[in-house]
């Protein structure tokens, strides 16, 4: 892990605190970025949240979706945890939360907003923090490219209807152009270009797609600092009226977190899959696509919703939750096969 991967919780804290500061201090300013977009995009958040993907997109080889006749149960299990399991298990826990446990605390429209940001984040499985989870426990890498690589695919044709699908059954608005357009913007988009730099620069070689990706990996980490400021900045009134308000929506997010790891855990133990690749499975659903998830929920719902906030709260939770999830693996608890994938 490198310096700004290892201490990820602290960098995302600071920038919290810097974006609230600006947001009280400076509102002028932070309305200007606001008031800048375009088809109900705001054009600074987009450049952000490209920096972030494209780095992703371009470490994405989908030929080598060929390996998963080696070992199909561990690839089967990773697409129903987290298309099927995580997306309606997030759902229920942000309803019930949202809408009765913390109801005397949260006005029902900002409810229904929290709601909504935790469901896109639900549907959005995680992509590139995967192989540093995989690293860090000594996952079949190969194999952790598979089980990413298909999410990638499944999620450029799932994301939208599932995520439609949940928001309307929790009443919500859907506003379908809109979700489509940041699917489009965010997925299909900057994945296409990741596949056409690295094509490039593989009939290069592949020593000029490694210089290529330690140059702009920075651009990730500089890209999420920037949302974080910005949404904060945005919601800053809002958070200093209600600090509450994160703890929680940090509940259910936390709940689910650790409940679809041991869900992953427990069918890894049934289908008796190697420790390899069930380590990165059961951390795929654990973990989320929040660059996505952010993405479509200031899309969706604006920059100053509730739905945005949460979304970046669980760029807050899921650091600490996933090293604490790392550590369980790669301890004597985490008992599967020692069997690895040839």
Known sequence: MGLFERYLSAWVGLSIILGVVLGYFLPEVIEAFAAFEFAHVNIVIAVFIWAMIFPMMVQIDFSAIKRVREQPKGLLMTIFVNWLIKPLTMAALAWLFFDFIFSAWVEPEKASEYIAGM??????????????????????????LVQVSVNDIIMIFAFAPIAGFLLGVTDIEVPWSTLLL????????????????????????????????????????????????????????????NPLVIALIAVPLLIQSYGIFFVAYGF???????????????????????????????????????????????????????????????????????????
Not at 199 to 208: D, G
Not at 301 to 318: C, D, K, Q, R
Request: charged share 10%.
């Open 182 to 241: 940041s699917i489009v913007l965010y997925v299909l988009l900057p994945l296409c270009a990741g596949l056409v730099v690295r094509k490039l620069l593989l009939q290069r070689s592949k020593a000029a797609l490694d210089n290529f990706l330690s140059k702009v990996k920075p651009m990730s980490s500089l890209g999420l600092i920037g949302t974080v400021i910005l949404l904060f900045a945005f919601q800053s009134h809002t958070i200093l009226e």
């Open 119 to 144: 469901i896109l984040l639900g549907v959005a499985p995680c992509t590139a923090m995967v192989f540093v989870w995989s690293q860090l426990t000594k996952g079949d890498p190969n194999y952790t």
């Open 268 to 342: 890894s133990k049934y289908l008796e899959l190697p420790k390899d690749i069930a380590a990165p499975a059961c951390l795929i659903g654990t973990s989320n696509f929040f660059e996505m998830a952010v993405a479509v929920a200031i899309s969706l719902f604006g920059l100053h919703s509730g739905a945005a906030l949460a979304t970046v709260v669980g760029v807050l939770v899921e650091v600490p939750v996933m090293l604490s999830l790392v550590a369980f693996a790669n301890s004597r608890f985490f008992k599967l096969s020692t069997n690895q994938v040839n």
